[in-house]
């Protein structure tokens, strides 16, 4: 719900929007911005089905933790997200 108003806040709803769901059974063809938190034991397979799925050119960011064999563009840490621990962001792109 925060996210969705944050989206709205900044005038992003016609281009932006949040997806509940399971991640493995999206379609991110239309994506330019694909964001995701999960686990490093399906990593893998999360890996597999965006390469194939995303066109070329699309942003990938992975909160916390990287997918192996890719090369990050970028790392961005944040010391304290307001939760009390500390986040690492990496930046994709396919």
Known sequence: RKS???IKGLGLQDTARIIHGD????????????????RPASIDTLKLMLHRQVKKG???VSHDFEFPGWKN??????????????HTL???RR
Do not use: C, K, P, W
């Open 73 to 86: 563009r970028r790392i961005d840490r944040i010391l304290d997200g307001g939760d009390g621990f500390s």
């Open 4 to 6: 969705m108003e944050t």
């Open 90 to 92: 990496f930046l994709y």
């Open 23 to 38: 991640i493995m059974e999206q379609d991110y063809a239309a994506a330019n911005v694909v964001t995701v938190y999960r």
């Open 58 to 60: 699309t942003r990938i």
